[in-house]
């Protein structure tokens, strides 16, 4: 089934179908096999487009997304992190499958922030061991879907919440450590340098493609569901 997620008061999605175009480009994406990518990748910088479909290709990809996430021992996955353009990401506080409920939010919005304030240490799957205290509201308010077109509203609290805020600044294209403290910035300067050194390395090795070559590929991905 492929339905569109731009509907008009209706509370249901819209089965659009799949033209023979759209089908030949998502098999080009799905050519490419999906990995967790390392800061400071372009992609994590890329500001996400709302995905407007869901299709067959893009739920593979998620169960894709939740395999690479579970096997790094994480609990939230953004499509960025994975070198997709898509307004999309993936939790399971469990970190296991099957261990609790695996949630998919898609072009979620976010709203009414509420106190306390809270700092707890964060990490990030494209940032490897690195760790460091972040400030965000202990609660929020979310609009999304799920991966069946239904819609998520509702208030999230504790763990959840802050895990929905760190995934959907990566929609954005913001990193935990952009929201640093000044002094928690400076320690851990050094291990953002080396992550800059390794990627320069890679770059250089011909493993990462340019700039340019990046952006490109995202924008033809755009083109099929955003």
């Known amino acids: 089934m492929c339905f569109?997620?731009?509907?008009?008061g209706t509370g249901h999605p819209i089965d659009r179908g799949t033209s023979s175009r759209q089908a030949k480009q998502t098999r080009i994406i799905r050519e490419n096999l999906l990995d967790i990518i390392e800061y400071p990748h372009p992609a994590l910088r890329h500001k996400s487009k709302a995905l407007r479909r869901v299709d067959?290709?893009?739920?593979?990809?998620?169960?894709?997304?939740?395999?690479?996430?579970?096997a790094a021992k994480g609990i939230g996955l953004a499509a960025n992190q994975v070198d997709l353009p898509y307004r999309m990401f993936?939790?399971?506080?469990?970190?296991?499958?099957?261990?609790?409920?695996?949630?998919?939010?898609?072009n979620p919005i976010l709203s009414r922030p509420k106190a306390p304030v809270e700092e707890e240490d964060e990490g990030c799957l494209?940032?490897?061991?690195?760790?460091?205290?972040?400030r965000r509201p202990s609660s929020i308010h979310v609009d999304a879907f799920n991966l069946e077109g239904e819609e998520i509203c509702g208030e999230f609290q504790g763990l959840l919440a802050r895990v929905i805020q760190h995934e959907t600044d990566h929609?954005?294209?913001?990193?935990?450590i952009d929201r640093l403290s000044d002094?928690?910035?400076?320690?851990?300067?050094d291990e953002i340098a080396e992550f800059h050194r390794r990627f320069e390395q890679k770059r250089e090795a011909g493993e990462i493609p340019?700039?340019?070559a990046i952006t490109q590929r995202l924008k033809q991905i755009e083109t099929v569901y955003c």
């Open 171 to 176: 929609l954005d294209g913001v990193m935990f």
């Open 4 to 8: 569109d997620l731009l509907r008009s």
């Open 183 to 189: 002094t928690a910035e400076m320690g851990v300067r």
């Open 210 to 212: 340019s700039d340019a």
């Open 56 to 70: 067959a290709d893009l739920r593979a990809t998620v169960s894709e997304m939740f395999s690479l996430m579970y």
């Open 126 to 134: 494209s940032l490897p061991g690195l760790y460091a205290p972040v």
């Open 90 to 106: 993936v939790i399971n506080l469990g970190s296991d499958r099957g261990e609790d409920d695996e949630l998919v939010f898609i």
